[in-house]
Nanobody, 124 residues
Framework: HVQLVESGGGSVAAGGSLRLSCAASGYGYGTNCMAWFRQAPGQEREGVATFNTRVLTQFYADSVRGRFTISRDNAEMSVYLQMDSLKPEDSGMYYC??????????????????WGQGTQVTVS
């Protein structure tokens, strides 16, 4: 079955950097969208970045564009999120997710059937 395991979260001062990793296994050949989401307490889960493994395109939420970078290691079936110039408003639980999309992967959480357990990011 599909397994997603995130790591790399932690506490960092504003302006610092973190790199999140998500190791994926057990997913089918048709899966082409890998994404990162985050959720702060009392708020809805929001899309941060997506990576389309079929056309090799990325998409970023306006709030993180220019500061975050999503990438993928095909050999290791992992997806990463490099987060630079972190702000306190970036704090929250970060989740990776995988699913199937068209030429642009969805940034909303509903279409993604598979999720990791999350890793906490705290920026102060």
């Amino acid at each position: 079955h599909v397994q997603l395991v995130e790591s790399g979260g932690g506490s960092v001062a504003a302006g610092g950097s973190l790199r999140l990793s998500c190791a994926a296994s057990g997913y089918g050949y048709g899966t082409n969208c890998m994404a990162w989401f985050r959720q702060a307490p009392g708020q809805e889960r929001e899309g941060v970045a997506t990576f389309n493994t079929r056309v090799l395109t990325q998409f970023y939420a306006d709030s993180v564009r220019g500061r975050f970078t999503i990438s993928r290691d095909n050999a290791e079936m992992s997806v990463y999120l490099q987060m630079d110039s972190l702000k306190p408003e970036d704090s929250g639980m970060y989740y990776c997710a995988i699913g199937v999309g068209s030429w642009q992967c969805p940034i909303a959480p509903q279409p993604y059937p598979h999720w990791g357990q999350g890793t906490q990011v705290t920026v102060s």
